[in-house]
């Protein structure tokens, strides 16, 4: 089993910048990918960003590329999504997630969640 504890969310303005990290625990050797999507109320969970955890595979949503990195720390167990010039449209809940199959896109275990929220 694999656990994830998301943090770093907060209140900011448009512009400004935010780091969310996400810690792994428990067996975290059967990590394939570290994922982060988020949730608008009234809306969907939509993929945000992902990274494969023993290569750099990475992928994001059109919507947050230039402006979201993804990266990850094998040595913590960590995966972190530093957000850069937030826009109020990237207020939302923020949750990571792990594949712990070859298959890309299981997603089996997630975080609770973390709040972003960006006033304008």
């Known amino acids: 089993q694999v656990q994830l504890v998301e943090s770093g969310g907060g209140l900011v303005q448009a512009g400004d910048s935010l780091r969310l990290s996400c810690a792994a625990s428990g067996r975290t050797i059967s990590i394939y990918r570290m994922g982060w999507f988020r949730q608008a109320p009234g809306k969907e969970r939509e993929f945000v960003a992902r990274i494969a955890w023993n290569a750099r595979i990475i992928y994001y949503a059109d919507s947050v590329k230039g402006r979201f990195a993804i990266s990850r720390d094998k040595a913590t167990n960590t995966a972190n999504l530093q957000m850069n010039n937030l826009k109020p449209e990237d207020t939302a809940v923020y949750y990571c997630?792990?594949?712990?199959?070859?298959?890309?896109?299981?997603?089996?275990?997630w975080g609770q969640g973390t709040q972003v929220t960006v006033s304008s």
């Open positions: 997630a792990a594949d712990l199959t070859e298959v890309p896109g299981t997603w089996d275990t």
